[in-house]
């Protein structure tokens, strides 16, 4: 290790920044930021310099560096573009023990300052040693993504519960345990998800040696295939779960992220046989959930876009269980964008409707003629079984023959495939594709743009 990182108190001390420009701005906002007192010593200031100083209420003297400016600093910043200056600066800084960074040039400091991903209270500090600051934002980035967007408060809840628990379990050991058994529950995802008095309920009856014996039911949907289209939520959450319920839809590179030892059941439905009554799958939801597990309903798509989820969550909600939905790209936009058509488009299309094409006895309960008018895009699920019917009843309430549909078969995976036509010719092109369920429905202008624009997605 080439330095050794530190997280300097500078509360209240007084903190030296030698220049007034841009560079030297924002070194002093860190410092302000961090509570220090700050006191800026330039001949001339940017504006945003000027305001930080009078917001923060610091000192500024309006001059040229002299050695004398730097009695009683804690810490100093030169940020000059004078070389002479900021030698001068780090000299003097290291003749009287004072820490300095000189921005810039590595040789006149004695300490660096890091990329930091600030969740205060959880900071996060990376360094290159200076080998290269932009891999160590690009570390800053990948670490700020991968953090969920609460952790702050999940720090501020614990810190605040530090004492009372210390009370509760005295041996630090047992304490040890204690909290590592906090962030291995279902906690975390309780402050995640906003509802922080329930956590810090868990986290008291917890210390009392009273564990709560219901779980949380996580009700996420996967997206359409890739699986590069889960929300960073879906993953975190498939993580945690402890029993995994998940439909057809969910493709198989999503379930191979799912944590290795938990329990998964396939209670998937294809269109004519359902394989589990929505009702069974309901009941395990509660049951699992009673057991005091995190039980993953994972969905393909979004939940609430043809995914029964309202029914599911009902159920949870009549129990008292706790839970959280979370959505997913849906299949008519996964499939529309990787087959290169763009849903709605100034020119073509003002609208667009995701509608079920699920044929029922007596046809499909849609209102055709609105259907068929110009400017809008339909995006048909679960329609290929109805596709005959589709193709003619907005024909006959108008739309043109020669309208392009797309037919998009397991959209966004690696078996994904296209197939374009007409109103007229799509069922003798689909016969000639050989194309199968799971299919999603495209109807409109902006299906010609496939070839203009030439843009597919990457399955
Ligand atoms: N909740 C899901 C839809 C469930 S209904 C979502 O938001 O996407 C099931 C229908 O979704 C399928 O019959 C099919 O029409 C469509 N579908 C889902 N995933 C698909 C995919 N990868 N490719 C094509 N169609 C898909």
């Known amino acids: 290790m080439e330095r050794l990182p530190l997280f300097l108190d500078i509360e209240s001390k007084l903190c030296i920044v030698i220049g007034g420009g841009e560079v030297a701005f924002r070194k002093a906002n860190l410092l302000v930021q961090a509570g220090g007192r700050l006191q800026v010593i330039a001949p001339d200031l940017c504006a945003s310099m000027e305001s930080l100083c009078g917001e923060s209420q610091a000192k500024i003297i309006r001059g040229e560096f002299v050695p004398s400016h730097l009695q009683g600093a804690n810490l100093v910043f030169a940020a000059t573009n004078s070389l002479e200056v900021n030698t001068a600066v780090s000299e003097t800084a290291k003749r009287l023990g004072i820490p300095v960074n ?3 040039q590595p040789e006149l400091c004695s300490f ?23 891999l160590a934002r690009s570390i800053k980035g990948l670490i700020d993504s991968l953090l969920p967007a609460r952790i ?7 810190r605040r519960m530090r004492g009372s628990v210390k009370k509760l379990i005295p041996s630090i050991s047992e304490r040890t345990r204690f909290w590592e058994k906090v962030l291995e529950s279902d906690i975390p995802e309780l402050v995640y998800s906003g509802k922080e008095e329930q956590a810090k309920e868990r986290i008291e009856q917890r210390a009392l040696r009273a564990p709560s014996a219901v779980g949380e039911v996580y009700l996420v949907g996967a997206g359409p295939g890739d699986p590069e289209l889960l929300t960073l939520k879906a993953l975190r959450l498939m993580h945690q779960a402890d029993v995994v319920l998940y439909d057809r839809l969910v493709s198989e590179p999503i379930l191979a992220k799912l944590r290795p030892d938990a ?18 799958i309901n009941s395990m939801l509660l049951r699992f959930a009673k057991q005091g597990k995190r039980v993953l309903r994972l969905k393909g798509g979004d939940p609430f876009i043809f995914g029964r989820g309202g029914e599911e969550i009902e159920t949870l909600a009549a129990a008292g269980i706790s839970f959280q939905v979370v959505p997913g790209i849906t299949a008519a936009s996964g499939c529309a964008t990787y087959a290169g058509i763009p849903l709605t488009h100034r020119d073509y299309s003002q609208s667009v409707r995701f509608l079920t094409g699920h ?15 110009e400017q809008q895009t339909l995006a048909f699920y679960m329609g290929l079984s109805g596709l005959e019917i589709i193709c003619k009843q907005l024909t006959r309430h108008g739309m043109s023959e020669d309208m392009p549909i797309a037919i998009i078969e397991q959209g966004t995976t690696r078996h994904q495939k296209v197939c374009v036509s007409t109103l007229r010719d799509i069922n003798e092109r689909i016969q000639e594709f050989d194309i199968q369920p799971p299919t999603l429905i495209i109807v409109g202008r902006v299906v ?12």
């Open 112 to 134: 660096i300052v890091p990329a930091i991903v600030d969740r205060s209270p959880i900071v996060v500090a990376i360094s290159s040693g200076g080998a290269s600051p932009i």
């Open 448 to 459: 010609a743009l496939r070839d203009r624009l030439n843009w597919y997605g990457e399955a």
């Open 359 to 373: 044929i029922r006895e007596g046809g499909v309960p849609l209102n055709w003629a609105l259907l068929a008018s």
């Open 152 to 158: 702050d408060r999940l720090a501020a809840l614990l």
């Open 263 to 280: 329990e998964k059941i396939f209670v998937g439905k294809a269109r004519a046989d359902h394989a589990v009554p929505q009702e069974s």
């Open 102 to 104: 000189v921005v810039d």
